[in-house]
């Protein structure tokens, strides 16, 4: 049976955030696009055991066999208990295939925004009469460029977005000032123009000093 703690690095009594900290150092270390560092076999073991060190109840089914295995069993026992552990394995590795199938049939435009995006500028008395136009990085988010969105590559959870499809990126949208003749005033922002699915909320708010 593998110490998936030894592999990664980590206590066994070591946070989520550790787990994804340690995780993303050893498969960017380990890829096989890495050169010199690449290294295929140690690379899926680092895959194998964030799979389950990452899941709460992976983990906790994992710890328990580590448990018994420190106890003394029969050959019997032992044997039993290695072939559970392969057929463990095997349904594991089906689900990933079927996750990944699942998910590659779900459409998601490249860019896209979390909801609820909403930003505000701060406006001087002249920039509220005159009105304008001004440049605004926006935070979105982006499919993955290594998985394509599916959270998996086969036969492991993605290493670059740990599962979720999707990774930060910023765009840059234009933003028209409009000329104002009260303190505050919103609207609503269309970002397919940028090429990102969502809308982005503007407030904007007029500053006396």
Not at 72 to 80: A, D, G, L
Request: glycine letters at 6%.
């Amino acid at each position: 049976m593998k110490d998936y703690y030894e592999i990664l690095g980590i206590g066994r009594e070591a946070t989520l955030e550790e787990i994804k900290q340690a995780y993303r150092n050893l498969v960017r270390l380990y890829h096989p696009d890495m050169g010199d560092t690449a290294d295929v076999e140690k690379f899926l073991e680092v895959q194998e055991a964030f799979e389950v060190l990452s899941d709460e109840e992976k983990r906790a089914a994992y710890n328990r066999k580590l448990e018994e295995k420190s106890r003394p069993v029969s050959s019997f026992r032992s044997s039993w208990e290695n072939i559970l552990s392969d057929l463990e394995y095997i349904l594991f590795h089906e689900q990933a295939v079927r996750r990944s199938q699942v998910t590659a049939e779900t459409t998601r435009p490249e860019y896209f925004t979390e909801p609820d995006l909403a930003v505000e500028i701060t406006l001087t008395p002249e920039e509220a009469r005159t009105g304008g136009n001004i440049p605004l990085e926006v935070p979105v988010r982006r499919v993955c460029p290594y998985c394509k969105g599916t959270g998996v590559l086969f036969p492991f959870t993605c290493f670059n977005c740990l599962g979720s499809g999707s990774v930060g990126a910023t765009r840059t949208v234009n933003i028209r000032i409009p000329v104002l003749n009260k303190m505050t005033a919103t609207f609503e922002l269309d970002l397919r123009p940028y090429g990102v699915q969502g809308q982005l909320k503007v407030t904007f708010r007029v500053a006396y000093y």
